[in-house]
């Protein structure tokens, strides 16, 4: 009895000696998706039953826990809306990562909102957003001039009024523009041609910076830009939100009321009506008005979606038009007067201030449609259609003689069909994917009457497309890769003189990319993505004879370009702690035969007034540069930020430098928060500056030279007042508060005017 009482002891003392010299020092890392569209999901909570601990994921996602001890767990995890996920794991020596999948679920909880779908673009490249307060913060501004808020995103101008936003230095038919999911289809070949959106129906604005012919096709080697509605609600909830803005700069005002709610009868029923008008006046040079810049552009748009488990719908329709003027003083009426103004870089004309709109001027109207559906095969696979229509209708007005003086010179009308059917596979064992096919026709035609021969002839477009996209995720580390296939078909054809010209071409070509994205810890991510991507032609740059009246030049195109091809590096290292955010972007772009149009030098004299003439040409290019943005916070008042970037661009086969490329540039600013809740962006004073540099890459030759750099300050004001249940945001902004006169090496018309002088903006936001 004695022997067994000890050996008891020995027994239990060296159990003792064994736990006690166990190390419990093991780490837990991982993250928690959706498991239907691999969505971050942010504050679930993830708890381990055995070591009695737990933590809530971050914004991405990812959770960490420390000091934990070997051997067998039980992790639970559980998300409102979602079914709860219970397993068991064993702990080793070392990091575990682990990636964990949450399904919805069907529940009725009172106060809880349930959304409908809303379609995300997953990519390992680098990827900038705008939402919440920092788009109230830009309401009002057209789309380039909103996006020129995040690093490495710039524009490129004719004018005050129109702007095209302009990523890593590339732009145009370069840049894939998505409204609601759709890809935005216009005459946006010309550098004047502004997007026919309206960035009051975006819930979110997202660049991605990479290369993404993939995903998308041709038009998206320059990058993507997501236009993102909120998703349609389902519940009985009824939202309305009214924006009122207006300028001192043009003395413009600018109305826009959305509305959204979910019926009580039908759940899974949703609805969103949108609408928003503006007008505005000739902008102010720091020094003189220039006239004929205003502008009255009136939006409208309406979903209607309906939501269940499986089955997912939304139709969506949207309305744009807008009449704006083009700054008269670019229409000179002979060489000498053009050289005249040239050399001195300011108007001759002593316009004054008015609304109204003469020749040479703009009017667009766009008109958009799409239907599209889901249904849930299974929990692992969906099954996803997509169709499009669209009309555009762009006239342009010159200043000509008599009767003429009605007619547009350019009358254009495309109509673009584009049609989607793609199957998403979600697998709980770590992969994801898609492989789809995407299909566009496109038919453009020139309006008979305007009695000027058109400057791109009548064509017919097909484009088809197959996509095989994959994805690996497990804990802090994700894989991708894709490729995809592209056959284009263009037929022209148009009169010059009596003789009918007609001709067909052919472009195909193949793109791929891979990429990763790892989580080093729970404050610093890299991702990297290596892309190749092809772009054909534009008909513009093959079949341009003429003068372009909105960008008051001659523009000459050639038949014998081939497709750009180009392979994109994309590298990006983000940073986050509870002070201080942090993002880092290098890229490298090779292309090969790039399309540019270049100052030939010479002009072109007729009725219609002196023009300078442009060509294009063709030439292998090296893109590179850094685009840097961060945040510290120096105290829960006080806050600072700073983004800016530089892009080289060189035409490696004559060792020079093309035209508008966007010089170094860098945005800095300090802000403080005050009343009662002083952590938060609703009440605060932010002061500003914009430094950009002298363009001092320039090409052999220019009509002028780059202007000399500037610098900006701006001061804002926002506050947030309760008015009734609900709060009223009202924000005052000065841009260009010292009246500085300066020139945009982006603008095009930076030859005849200075840029826009000092501006003062009131804002009314009110959600109820």
């Not at 942010?42 to 914004?59: F, I, N, P, R």
């Not at 009605?406 to 770590?430: G, I, M």
């Not at 484009?463 to 804990?475: A, P, R, S």
């Not at 195109?557 to 201080?580: A, H, R, Y």
Request: net charge neutral; aromatic share 10%.
């Amino acid at each position: 009895m004695i022997q067994k009482a000890i050996l008891l002891c020995l027994a239990l003392v060296a159990s003792v000696g064994t736990l006690s010299a166990q190390k419990c020092d093991l780490v837990l890392r991982g993250r928690v998706l959706h498991l239907e569209n691999n969505l971050p999901i942010e504050a679930a909570y993830v708890w381990l039953s055995e070591s009695a601990t737990g933590v809530a994921t971050d914004a991405n996602g990812n959770f960490v826990l420390k000091n934990l001890c070997p051997g067998p767990q039980t992790i639970q995890i559980t998300f409102i809306g979602h079914k709860e996920i219970k397993q068991s794991i064993v702990l080793n020596s070392g990091t575990s990562n682990l990636t964990f999948k949450m399904e919805e679920e069907a529940v009725a909880l009172s106060g809880v909102e349930v959304h409908g779908h809303r379609e995300v673009v997953q990519t390992t490249t680098a990827v900038s957003s705008l939402y919440g307060e920092a788009l109230i913060q830009v309401r009002g501004e057209n789309l380039g001039e909103s996006l020129k808020r995040l690093a490495g995103v710039t524009t490129f101008s004719t004018g005050s009024t129109i702007s095209k936003p302009v990523i890593h230095g590339l732009h145009s038919n370069r840049i894939l523009i998505l409204n609601n999911g759709i890809r935005l289809e216009g005459q946006q070949w010309g550098a004047e041609h502004a997007p026919e959106i309206d960035p009051f129906l975006a819930d979110e604005l997202t660049v991605i910076k990479g290369a993404e012919t993939v995903r998308f096709g041709p038009e998206a080697m320059g990058g993507v830009i997501l236009v993102n509605p909120a998703p349609l609600p389902t519940s009985k909830k009824q939202v309305t939100e009214l924006n009122l803005i207006g300028n001192s700069n043009g003395r413009s005002g600018n109305v826009a009321v959305a509305h959204s709610g979910g019926s009580g009868k039908i759940v899974g029923l949703g609805y969103r009506i949108q609408g928003s008008t503006k007008r505005a006046g000739n902008i102010q040079s720091p020094n003189y008005f220039q006239g004929n810049t205003g502008l009255s552009e009136t939006s409208l748009s309406s979903s209607l979606g309906y939501s269940t488990d499986k089955l997912g719908t939304e139709a969506y329709y949207s309305f744009f038009t807008t009449e704006l003027g083009i700054l008269s003083d670019a229409h000179t009426g002979n060489l000498s007067d053009l050289l005249k103004i040239i050399e001195n870089g300011a108007p001759f004309s002593n316009a004054e201030f008015t609304y109204s709109l003469i020749n040479p001027k703009q009017v667009v109207t766009h008109h958009l449609g799409k239907i599209k559906a889901h249904y849930h095969l299974n929990p692992s696979w969906k099954l996803n259609f997509q169709y499009g229509f669209q009309s555009n209708h762009r006239q342009e007005y010159d200043k000509r003689r008599g009767d003429l003086n009605a007619r547009p010179s350019l009358d254009l009308e495309l109509f673009t069909n584009t049609a989607e059917l793609f199957l998403d596979h979600n697998l709980k064992s770590h992969w994801t994917g898609s492989i789809g096919l995407h299909l566009i026709q496109q038919a453009n035609s020139n309006v008979p009457g305007t009695g000027v021969t058109p400057l791109i002839p009548n064509y017919d477009l097909v484009n088809g497309g197959i996509y095989l996209l994959e994805k690996y995720q497990k804990g802090p580390l994700e894989l991708e890769g894709g490729l995809r296939y592209d056959y284009r078909s263009l037929s022209t054809s148009r009169y010059l003189g009596n003789r009918l010209q007609e001709k067909t071409l052919t472009y195909q070509n193949g793109s791929a990319f891979v990429g990763g994205l790892y989580q080093i810890n729970p404050k610093l991510a890299f991702t990297s993505n290596l892309g190749t991507a092809w772009r054909p032609p534009n008909v513009n740059e093959l079949f341009s004879q003429g003068l372009h009246h909105g960008a008051a030049a001659v523009e000459l195109g050639d038949t014998q370009l081939i497709s750009e091809k180009s392979i994109k590096w994309v590298n990006s290292l983000e940073f986050e702690s509870k002070k201080t955010t942090l993002e880092l972007t290098a890229y490298a772009n090779q292309i090969r035969d790039y399309i540019y149009l270049n100052p030939t030098g010479e002009t072109f004299v007729s009725l219609r007034g002196t023009f300078n003439v442009y060509e294009y040409l063709q030439a292998d290019a090296f893109f590179y540069g850094l685009d840097l943005s961060g945040t510290y916070s120096f105290s829960k008042q006080f806050n600072g930020y700073a983004k800016g970037s530089i892009i080289r661009a060189k035409n490696t086969e004559a060792n020079s430098y093309f035209p508008f490329i966007p010089s170094d540039r860098m945005d800095w600013g300090l802000s403080y928060s005050f009343g009662k809740h002083a952590d938060n962006d609703n009440n605060r004073i932010t002061l500003s500056q914009v430094l950009v540099a002298q363009q001092s890459r320039e090409p052999d030759f220019d009509l002028s030279p780059a202007p000399p750099g500037y610098a900006l300050v701006n001061l804002g004001f926002s506050k947030k007042i309760k008015v009734g249940a609900n709060g009223l945001r009202i924000s005052v902004q000065a841009n260009n508060l010292l009246n500085t006169e300066y020139k945009e090496y982006m603008n095009r018309f930076r030859y005849f005017t200075a840029d826009m002088g000092r501006n003062l903006q009131l804002k009314l936001n009110y959600q109820f």
